[in-house]
T-cell receptor, first 109, second 112 residues
Framework: KNEVEQSPQNLTAQEGEFITINCSYS?????LHWLQQHPGGGIVSLFM???GKKKHGRLIATINIQEKHSSLHITASHPRDSAVYIC???????????FGKGTHLIIQP | DSGVTQTPKHLITATGQRVTLRCSPR?????VYWYQQSLDQGLQFLIQ???????AKGNILERFSAQQFPDLHSELNLSSLELGDSALYFC???????????FGPGTRLTVT
């Protein structure tokens, strides 16, 4: 079973700061998922990546398969980025995901 | 809006009862996943179906069962409910295996 660790657990930053959230996993995988969960509870898929780097707007995700490590970066952070960010990897059986505990991000104006 | 629908949004029931949660995947998606999110356990994978067949099981209790119907919608049945079953239950779908998963809005179950 894959073990997924995230850090930090909580992060408070000022608007405009560059944010980095880290994720490591124990077993080699085909792809890693980054998810966002807002206070209302809904989960949105941000990225699924298997190598290198992906970018959507101000969000960038990178992965190093050899080191079993991924990072999620937010550039020019904004209060609307406040949410819980969760990384997840297959390992729950077939494609079932194993989740990190999440990073609770608060961006203050 | 992910295109995945779940009903009901909220469900309040008593211990010992049985409930059914329903999920309709995005159009064209063949895989359906069920996940449970509770305060103490976080997000956990329960079960996956692919094109009507059970594909994988995670931490699903024996009191829980699921199925995927020919029209690809899925139902999660929870029986002999206990207080600890109170949680958010998410369904997700993907076009195939090893594909991006799209999450529904969840069903919040409260067992009293």
């Amino acid at each position: 079973k894959n073990e997924v660790e995230q850090s930090p657990q909580n992060l408070t930053a000022q608007e405009g700061e560059f944010i980095t959230i880290n994720c490591s996993y124990s077993v080699g995988i085909s792809a890693l998922h980054w998810l966002q969960q807002h206070p209302g509870g809904g989960i949105v898929s941000l990225f699924m990546l298997s190598s290198g780097k992906k970018k959507h707007g101000r969000l960038i995700a990178t992965i190093n398969i050899q080191e079993k490590h991924s990072s999620l970066h937010i550039t020019a952070s904004h209060p609307r980025d406040s949410a819980v960010y969760i990384c997840a990897a297959p390992g729950g059986g077939a494609d079932g995901l194993t989740f990190g505990k999440g990073t609770h991000l608060i961006i203050q104006p | 809006d992910s295109g995945v629908t779940q009903t009901p949004k909220h469900l309040i029931t008593a211990t010992g009862q049985r409930v059914t949660l329903r999920c309709s995947p995005r159009s064209g998606d063949l895989s359906v996943y069920w996940y449970q999110q509770s305060l103490d356990q976080g997000l956990q994978f329960l079960i996956q179906y692919y094109n009507g067949e059970e594909r994988a099981k995670g931490n699903i209790l024996e009191r829980f069962s699921a199925q995927q119907f020919p029209d690809l919608h899925s139902e999660l049945n929870l029986s002999s409910l206990e207080l600890g079953d109170s949680a958010l239950y998410f369904c997700a779908s993907s076009v195939g295996e090893r594909s991006e998963q799209y999450f529904g809005p969840g069903t919040r179950l409260t067992v009293t």
